[in-house]
Nanobody
Framework: QVQLVESGGGLVQAGGSLRLSCAAS????????MGWFRQAPGKEREFVALISWSTLSTYYADSVKGRFTISRDNTKKTVSLQMNSLKPEDTAVYYCAAHPNVPDLRRGNCDYWGQGTQVTVSS
């Protein structure tokens, strides 16, 4: 069982930065691949980034590649998303998710989700 709680959202101007954090509870956090998704109003939820538990390999959506960085700290049971050069189109509710399998995580077929944190980027 893994419980996820996101924090760090807020309002920022275009070009600015935010750092999202996801705190996890549960003994098996270190064996879960972790990811970030987002959902904008009127749109479907989309994949943003993920980090594997074993090799710490990272994967990014093309729309955020080069601007966002995902990282994790298994000791602290946290996963972070550093977001730089933010654009108005990055505005969305951001969700943290976990799954033992990378392909399933990438598709959003996740066992565990956080409650989400709002990110708003003004132009």
């Amino acid at each position: 069982q893994v419980q996820l709680v996101e924090s760090g959202g807020g309002l920022v101007q275009a070009g600015g930065s935010l750092r999202l954090s996801c705190a996890a509870s549960g003994r098996t956090f270190s064996s879960y691949n972790m990811g970030w998704f987002r959902q904008a109003p009127g749109k479907e939820r989309e994949f943003v980034a993920l980090i594997s538990w074993s090799t710490l390999s990272t994967y990014y959506a093309d729309s955020v590649k080069g601007r966002f960085t995902i990282s994790r700290d298994n000791t602290k049971k946290t996963v972070s998303l550093q977001m730089n050069s933010l654009k108005p189109e990055d505005t969305a509710v951001y969700y943290c998710a976990a799954h033992p399998n990378v392909p399933d995580l990438r598709r959003g077929n996740c066992d565990y989700w956080g409650q989400g944190t709002q990110v708003t980027v003004s132009s």
